[in-house]
């Protein structure tokens, strides 16, 4: 079990090895030239002053493999604002981690991305927000986006890139969901990812106007069964349902400090990227803690990692293994208490306060977007 390991002080190698977090996400910076309004990042976004120099990236890299990590994930913002991306993907390369590139490929050009593949980038993720290019650009705040991702997209293909199209879909672009996949299909995607919005961040900002109606929903269930049939074996689709909408919560995560870390701009370490969202976790910084030691014994991973923080009904519930409480996040919006179920569960006492707001929401017809910029940020911290 996690949570008897994880304390151990000093780990053997074979114990760490089995403990390693799958996946890193490293937010290179939170600078973006888009402004999607259901962004993960959180509403005070780190300002660029305090991102992180190349050297501790680079040895964040290291530290990461040391540690057993297998794949990177290179996010931000918009990791391609950085200009030392090529150091960091030929650092991650070496040191053996599959590298994935998170991008809104805005700023990206065919000569970038083919040095980027030469120094060992194996992935590329594209973030579109419509089949619809004008409604794609609206939702994105940058002109001529889409087209310059579908570009892109070509790119990526050509020089021999696996390619994945990240779909987040809500009220404003759900209705073109048989679109989207098509579009990703023509692309030449390997995976698709339909994901509907969660509503933390930016995205719990602009919660009334995004809501999908549970109508919407239904047919997005719709929309992809009929084209995991049509496309099976040619292109995967993976889908996350809309937790206010579920009577099972989401073992978000894959479980608190069970699999991944993300690494903020700045160099905090978070076991989830809205973890900052709840108050009492104290987040270790790789310019002053060890990765291996931040993940094993860190206050932060350490709070909500195996099933002994749970209260009732998680704590007896037989399925704690699965889905691991839900989403803490989510908890502490909902109920105020982050070691509470997830309301997402049916079982949660404050379930059906969810689906008020799943029912409430959509019907919020004139909701204003609040773009995500560091404007909207500043307004919002008042
Ligand atoms: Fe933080 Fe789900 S978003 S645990």
């Not at 996010?75 to 070496?94: C, H, T, Y």
């Not at 976790?281 to 909500?304: M, S």
Request: charge should be neutral.
């Amino acid at each position: 079990m996690i949570e008897t390991l994880a304390d151990t002080a000093a780990p053997s190698n074979d114990v760490v090895c089995a403990l390693a977090p799958v996946g890193l996400l490293a937010e290179l910076t939170h600078r973006c030239p888009l402004q999607c309004p259901y962004c993960s990042n959180p509403v005070a976004l780190e300002k660029t002053a305090s991102d992180l120099p190349t050297e501790i990236w680079l040895d964040v890299m290291r530290q990461a493999a040391d540690l057993g990590v297998l794949q990177l994930h290179l996010s931000g913002g918009e990791p391609l604002l950085r200009p030392d991306l090529e150091q960091i993907v030929e650092q991650a390369s070496k040191s053996g981690l599959y590298t994935n590139l998170i991008t809104s490929a805005a700023t990206l050009t065919r000569e970038r991305l083919s040095a980027l593949a030469d120094l060992g980038l194996d992935h590329v993720q594209i973030s579109m927000q419509d089949a619809n290019a004008a409604n794609s650009d609206r939702l994105g705040g940058a002109k001529n986006g889409h087209a310059k991702k579908l570009e892109a997209a070509t790119w990526v293909k050509d020089i021999g890139l696996a390619l994945t199209i990240n779909a987040p879909v809500h009220r404003q672009n759900v209705d073109n969901l048989a679109a989207i996949i098509a579009m990703a299909e023509q692309l030449g995607a390997g995976r698709v990812e339909v994901a509907h919005v969660q509503y933390y961040g930016w995205a719990l900002v602009n919660r009334a106007a995004l809501m999908p109606t549970r109508e919407q929903v239904m047919r997005s269930i719709e929309v992809v069964a009929a084209a995991r049939k049509r496309l099976a074996g040619r292109m995967l689709i993976d889908f996350v349902a809309p937790d206010y909408f579920a009577h099972r919560p989401k073992p978000c995560m894959g479980g608190w400090g069970r699999g991944s870390m993300n690494v903020t701009p700045s160099g905090k370490v978070l076991p989830c990227h809205a973890a900052e969202s709840i108050p009492g976790l104290v987040f270790d910084n790789v310019r002053t803690r060890r990765l291996r030691d931040i993940w094993l014994n860190g206050q932060a991973f350490q709070q909500y990692r195996g099933t002994a923080w749970m209260k009732e009904p998680c704590q007896s519930c037989e399925l704690k293994e699965v889905d691991w409480g839900g989403c803490r996040c989510q908890a502490m919006m909902i109920a105020g208490d982050a070691a509470a179920a997830d309301p997402a569960c049916g079982k949660s006492p404050l379930h059906d306060r969810m689906q008020t707001f799943a029912l409430r929401d959509p019907a919020a017809a004139d909701a204003p977007l609040v773009l995500r910029n560091y404007r909207s940020a500043a307004e919002l911290a008042g």
